[in-house]
């Protein structure tokens, strides 16, 4: 069975430091991973994607991830925090014929000036 | 890509009352889901909406409380049942289109009082 595990519910940093989300996997096969966002009363916005090509992913907005096999791990990382990236951000693993997709927990990243 | 819409995006319904929700897409699209999220927590899978078919239930969640239709491959509704305050939640639609990347409808914000 496929599932991730979001390993902080909440992140602080300040505007212009580095951010770090972190996502750990699970998955009987080579997995396909994805980073969605979630701002505040607003949709579900596709931040990047792993399907197994490239490991490191560049997505949206500045946002990187990179796909470690030997470590399960997707983290999320961009490295100048702004302001409008205060939001909730979801790791998503899918199945193996993508007909279903497994949500973390979610992480809320807090941007302070 | 793929366009979703939802109707309604907001209502407040009384308990033991029933909402039907609808989802649109702009393209044939085969595979489409509904997903709860309740207030501060990630999305839960409720169903895979089958194009000429009975739905595809998550455990946890029974036809009989959350009907679904799929007359054609652009549209689907979610049928919310004999409604209590504990379904007051966010309601999302969303299809996989293209290879493997997810697309969301912007939910449908339900409270029951």
């Known amino acids: 069975a496929q599932s991730v595990t979001q390993l902080d519910s909440h992140v602080s940093v300040s505007e212009g430091t580095p951010v770090l989300l972190r996502c750990n996997y699970s998955?009987?096969?080579?997995?396909?991973l994805f980073w969605y966002v979630q701002h505040p009363n607003k949709g579900l916005q596709l931040l990047l994607k792993y399907t197994s090509a490239a490991t490191l992913v560049k997505g949206i907005n500045g946002f990187e991830a990179e796909f470690k096999k030997s470590e399960t791990s997707f983290h999320l990382t961009k490295p100048s925090a702004h302001m409008s990236d205060a939001a909730e951000y979801f790791c998503?693993?899918?199945?193996?014929?993508?007909?279903?997709?497994?949500f973390g927990s979610g992480t809320k990243l807090n941007v302070k000036p | 890509s793929a366009v979703i819409s939802q109707k309604p995006s907001r209502d407040i319904c009384q308990r033991g009352t029933s909402l039907t929700i609808q989802c649109q897409v702009d393209?044939?699209?085969?595979?489409m889901f509904w997903y709860r999220q309740q207030p501060g927590q990630s999305l839960t899978l409720i169903a895979t909406?089958?194009?000429?078919?009975?739905?595809?239930?998550e455990s946890g969640f029974v036809i009989d409380k959350f009907p679904i239709s799929r007359p054609n491959l652009t549209f689907s509704t979610l049928t919310v049942s004999n409604m209590s305050p504990e379904d007051s939640s966010i309601y999302l639609c969303?299809?996989?289109?293209?290879?493997?990347?997810?697309?969301f409808g912007p939910g449908t914000r339900l409270t029951v009082l």
């Open positions: 393209s044939q699209v085969t595979m």
């Open positions: 998503v693993v899918s199945s193996f014929n993508f007909n279903k997709f497994y």
């Open positions: 998955s009987s096969y080579s997995p396909s």
């Open positions: 909406a089958n194009q000429g078919s009975e739905a595809t239930y």
């Open positions: 969303s299809v996989v289109a293209g290879v493997d990347e997810q697309f």
